[in-house]
């Protein structure tokens, strides 16, 4: 009988966000398999903060860059081949959108509206996290 790994895999992410005509828009990207849409999130990099990893993240996977907001915006669990990882979220206020990047074979973007996003995304404290941040992101978006 295999032992049950208990081992929390720390990563970071981003909500990569815009402001389009009013509305609060959202980048949700493609698993590598294309079975789901998911943010860009990843292993914490060695030496680099928390925000500054969620950065990297969302250029490689997204090819998008833009300053980390370095408050966090929360934190969710899933799983995945047997280990548990706790990702912990930032914003990620959108300035540069990359034509070429480096998993865009791997990967297809798409935004939508925050509230369409959180019906989208499967893990359900995602969704929660999406659909009550809202108001956050406004504050972010306005004070700018």
């Known amino acids: 009988m295999r032992k049950k790994n208990n081992k929390i895999c720390k990563q970071s992410g981003v ?19 294309r079975q789901s849409l998911v943010i860009p999130k990843g292993g914490i990099c060695k030496g ?20 980390v907001n370095t408050q966090k915006l929360g934190a969710y669990k899933y799983r995945k081949r047997g280990n548990i990882y706790q990702v912990h979220l930032f914003w990620l206020p959108v300035e540069k959108i990359l034509e070429d990047w480096p998993e865009a074979s791997q990967r297809e973007r798409i935004w ?6 959180a019906i989208i995304v499967k893990e359900n404290s995602l969704k929660k996290i999406l659909q009550n941040s809202q108001e956050q992101v406004r504050v972010f978006t306005t004070s700018d």
Not at 15 to 33: F, H, M, N, Q, W
Not at 48 to 67: C, F, L, N, R, Y
Not at 112 to 117: E, S, V
């Open 15 to 33: 909500i990569p966000y815009r402001l389009c005509d009013g509305k609060v828009e959202v980048l949700l990207i493609t698993s590598r398999k």
């Open 112 to 117: 939508l509206d925050i509230n369409h996003a």
């Open 48 to 67: 680099m903060t928390p925000p500054d990893s969620a950065a990297k993240e969302a250029w490689e996977e997204a090819g998008v860059i833009g300053q």
